[in-house]
């Protein structure tokens, strides 16, 4: 049974760092584009970085670009997202997400692409 597991969310001051860790089971997420979402209570869920199977492209909105940074480790069926310069405004649940793509295909921001997802893992960024 595919299953995406996200951990290493907890709270952090203003300007501190976080490494979210996202582990895939019952599938080969090498086959696969890994995006981070988030959510803030109430509202809609924000596509924040993406990283593609293959070549590893990868792609973040400007609000964390610079900031945040995604990888992936294949061989540890795992994907990764190093939380830096955190502020008040990225305190939100953070998902990992999945899809199945071509080798290379260009990734997505867009959270409806995505059909595997975690439970999350909440971020909390205190002044």
């Known amino acids: 049974q595919a299953q995406i597991v996200e951990s290493g969310g907890g709270v952090v001051q203003s300007v501190g760092s976080l490494r979210l860790s996202c582990t895939a089971s019952?599938?080969?997420?090498?086959?696969?584009?890994v995006g981070w979402v988030r959510q803030a209570p109430g509202k809609e869920r924000e596509g924040i970085s993406c990283?593609?199977?293959?070549?590893?492209?990868?792609y973040y909105v400007d609000s964390v670009k610079d900031r945040f940074t995604i990888s992936r480790d294949n061989e540890r069926n795992m994907a990764f997202h190093e939380l830096s310069n955190l502020k008040p405004e990225d305190w939100r649940v953070y998902f990992c997400?999945?899809?199945?793509?071509?080798?290379?295909?260009?990734?997505?921001?867009?959270?409806?692409?995505?059909?595997?997802w975690g439970k999350g893992s909440q971020v909390t960024v205190t002044e």
């Open positions: 997400a999945t899809e199945h793509a071509p080798v290379g295909f260009a990734c997505t921001l867009e959270p409806q692409t995505y059909n595997n």
């Open positions: 019952g599938f080969n997420l090498g086959y696969y584009a």
């Open positions: 990283i593609s199977n293959g070549n590893g492209r990868l």
